[in-house]
């Protein structure tokens, strides 16, 4: 049923084949949280890019919003890759389906490469900046007092957060990189496993230089 909503919170919901399509996908393949987390992303970038005034093309920002945590799933997750590069990896394949200019699926691409790299997104192009936006009102509350309590009360009732939304996913960010720590270096996933997995080792960017095998 809430699927069939056009609108929340005043924001239409792309209704394209190709926007239809990656619902279909995301709900068959993710977890409810992220789900909704998903769709919650999209209407908060979507509120952002109309405050802000930025003229982004919708139905590019609702598939990078929908496929950001894609790389989190066991189906679509690579074994060296940073789950971010997964996400944005599987949302290239799909976009290549349809008549996407290279442009438009790099934008996308990068709106979910770079969702967990702070201080970036913001400086590119719309698309990228408000995944990223919305990503950061949902999860870590970031210009929440920008939002009226209508449009957050409205995009929350028909997609909820739930009672354990902050710890269900924390959970999903660590079950997606605790196999591959590795890929947590330089990036804010790093704060998940030491936070939840005890035998995990922080790396070190000045011990990397200090030990590398220059001389000097």
Not at 13 to 41: C, F, K
Not at 50 to 69: S, V
Not at 150 to 160: D, G, K, L, N, T
């Amino acid at each position: 049923m809430l699927d069939k909503l056009e609108t929340i919170a005043g924001i239409r919901i792309p209704d394209s084949q190709m926007a239809r399509d990656a619902t279909a996908l995301v709900r068959d393949t993710e977890t409810d949280l992220l789900y909704h987390h998903s769709r919650r992303v999209f209407l908060f970038g979507a509120l952002t890019g109309e405050r802000r005034g930025l003229k982004y093309d919708p139905e590019l920002l609702y598939i990078g919003a929908m496929f950001h945590d894609m790389g989190l799933i066991d189906s679509h997750a690579s074994e060296t890759e940073r789950f971010e590069v997964d996400g944005a990896n599987a949302a290239k394949n799909f976009l290549h389906s349809y008549d996407i200019s290279e442009r438009d699926i790099d934008d996308v691409w990068d709106s979910i490469a770079l969702h967990t790299t702070p201080g970036i997104p913001q400086h590119k192009r719309p698309v990228v900046a408000l995944v990223t936006a919305g990503v950061e009102m949902d999860v870590l509350g970031i210009a929440y007092d920008d939002f009226t309590d209508e449009q957050r009360q409205e995009v929350c009732a028909c997609h909820p957060r739930g009672l354990k939304f902050k710890h269900g996913i924390l959970s999903a960010f660590c079950y997606g990189t605790i196999r591959k720590p590795h890929t947590t270096a330089g990036n804010v996933k790093a704060d998940v496993l030491e936070a939840m997995d005890p035998t995990f080792k922080r790396w070190n960017f000045v011990d990397t230089i200090l030990n590398s095998k220059w001389e000097s």
